[in-house]
């Protein structure tokens, strides 16, 4: 018989995919050169010629059997080990080929670490603002999401907030820095206090507390802005990774997890990945891209582009008079919306063919989110019209005040 | 925490996996060529060359964005409506694109369609011998496993046996033809009988009783086997399908779920798969691969070599005095061991560097899995080894009593 809660999730689609899907028939109409998509985190610039150049001579010269054979379930070991190094090099960490488990993007490593590190009906702490998947990743494990509400000042870590939903059936800190929807990195302070606070907490409680680290955007950050290596400030850390957007293959599901080898089970927690690899069905991200990735890991594509769109944006955003805070990574930016309600906000938005993605899945009222993955020129082209919007919409007056 | 589940699943190590890492240990020592190797079901013919060709052009000259950008959840549409129409071309089936869910391998298609049509506490019927990597695809739905004992005549099934499980808690039935480890193929009818009892039990419960079939082998079937598409005989059914034998292609993880559009909620069948997709953190197979194995729908690896070795085990076993039931289709077989403990049977044949696999694993006790997937000239050279084996431990009258 069809499993309910399956069904009942038919109902609840998701408001980006929505967004992105009326920006694309709208793009129809009206050519999607005209359409101003900010809708959806899709990178927009192409994977290193590296990769491309790599795969090709793979496939031409290599044995079949060698690049299409079946992975380990845990990896290549191979690129694990390749993957350890570069961690090791560039971050000053100790991995070994054993704590690297090679998953489908950072979502693929999310759900095993999530799984790996908690039991059904603990708790798993997000920050808001926060990517709104973390619902069915820590909803599909047993365990139960609880949100901290949001630092709107800086969005950085509301630590009075932390304190007061922080308790003893927490068994997992979920942090994504550069964050997706805000675009803000975690600065050192910021991180160096929350691994005091846990650690003072796991003492208190007396169980480990998990720090789960969301990665993906970890090469995207911009000039200024203090970004570090989340693992290196708490031992019981996972680092989950995905080259979707540092190397811009979104489709080929491609990631990682790092397990900082200081924590309890470090040198068998990959295993347990495996095995809850076992269970879902999913036993490894395609060997090909693996091979191929491990050949370009210190490598990026021209990331450059995300940046360029930022101080435009930003900019722009300002002299309109939005309460904005400037991104320190990712292709996001988080104003407050010109309303009370982000949802009447970006429906007038819509009627100017600007697809803003109101805020409220990301569990903070009143603010949007802009992805801007997409041309400068279109960027700049946008910005008239964004003027027009807020012009008309919303008096001189109010938009400024 | 770490979640104990998955640490006591550390102590639970896959025997063939086991066997096959002895194996490549032993290979070191004296040279691979010389380890008759027949753990393994790991395809041994390259892939087609019209996949590396297909894959190279895609590379060359493509818009990166185009290969390797996000694939909608439930797979790439116009692979989707390749799929179907190809299904339909083959084996007079009317599967719509919604029909097709692409999943990474036949696994990934199991854990979906398992998860979709069960709740925890039912129970879901396989016929032994079967595939034990079903044991954690199942328990990690909440479901409960329940095995249908063999028809060791000739490994249809043994319908007595299945009378005698049914029950009212069964809302799935699990099967994989042609067979690991049995290498047989269920005939028409066998499925005809089949798909005749379970709709009678649809009705005596008044509950729905899906049919999932496990499809990996589906295109390497043997001269004169009769090997029926299975969900033409039965409205309730999902085909789960892996590319990875027919195409060579089991690391790259991509396969498909083929929901029959006369079951139930058969047009949004797939969309749920797309939701517990969100949950296990796997989101699609890789997009490029979609887009490659979408131009060789029809097409296979040269596969002959697997009958050709199959019919020198199966006149060799037969020969040496083994009860063996000649294989349909796949690349196993899988005859009786000369003495009641298989695992006794299968040490001594490591001796003489025969790399056996015992059956207790596949719910069968008794019998052994020879993978066959292998050069023919080592085949033809493990022949006088398995000869001396049998003759060296196993009186000679005894084997061919």
Redesign the interface.
């Known amino acids: ?7 009942r ?2 109902q609840g689609k998701s408001v980006i995919r929505e967004l992105s899907e009326y920006a694309a028939a709208r793009g129809k109409e009206i050519g999607y050169d005209n359409v101003f998509d900010y809708s ?1 985190g ?3 610039v ?2 290193p010629r590296e990769y ?1 150049a790599h ?2 001579r793979m ?2 010269e290599k ?3 060698a ?5 380990p379930s845990l990896g290549i070991e191979s690129v694990r080990k390749a993957v350890a190094d570069s961690l090791n090099r560039r971050f000053g960490m100790d991995y070994d080929t054993r704590h690297i488990f090679m ?3 950072a ?6 670490a999530l ?5 059904p009906g ?1 708790e798993i702490l997000v920050f808001a603002p926060y990517f709104p ?1 973390y619902n ?2 820590i ?2 494990t047993g365990a139960v999401l609880k949100a901290v509400p949001a630092d709107t000042e800086n969005f950085q870590i509301n630590f009075q907030a932390l304190e007061e939903v922080m308790n003893e059936r927490v ?1 997992a800190v979920l942090v994504n820095t550069p964050n997706n929807p805000s675009g803000i990195a975690y600065s050192t302070e910021t991180i160096e206090r929350l691994a005091d606070f846990l650690r003072k907490k796991q003492s208190r409680y007396g ?2 507390i998990f720090l789960i680290s969301d990665e993906p955007y970890r090469e995207i950050t911009f000039s200024g802005a203090d970004s570090p290596y989340v693992s290196r400030f708490y031992d019981n850390s996972v680092s989950c990774y995905s080259f979707s957007k540092s190397l ?7 990631g990682y997890a790092a397990v900082n080898p200081r924590c ?2 470090g040198d ?2 990959a ?2 990945f495996g ?2 690899s ?12 693996q091979l191929a990735v491990a050949e370009v890991l210190d490598k990026t594509s021209d990331l450059s582009v995300y940046e360029t769109n930022m101080n435009l944006l930003y900019s722009a955003l300002t002299r309109l008079g939005f309460q904005v805070v400037k991104p320190g990574g990712t292709f996001y930016i988080f104003p407050k919306a010109l309303e009370e309600d982000a949802n009447a906000f970006c429906m007038k938005a819509k009627k100017y063919d600007l697809i803003l993605v109101p805020s409220d899945n990301f569990g903070v009222p009143g603010y949007f989110r802009m992805a801007y993955c997409m041309d400068t020129d279109k960027v700049k082209r946008s910005i008239p019209v964004l003027e027009r919007f807020v012009r008309e919409e919303y008096s001189a007056g109010q938009a400024r005040g």
């Open positions: 018989m069809i499993n309910e809660t399956y069904k999730m038919l959806l899709n990178p927009s192409a994977c491309t795969m090709i496939l031409e044995d079949p059997m690049i299409h054979g079946y992975s998953a489908s993007g979502a693929g490593a999310l759900a095993h799984r790996c590190v908690t039991k603990d998947e069915p990743y909803s599909h068994t169980h480990d811009s293959l979104p489709g080929e599901r491609i309890t089970d068998s927690m295993v347990m095995q809850i076992r269970g879902i069905g999913h036993n490894c991200p395609p060997s090909s891209v």
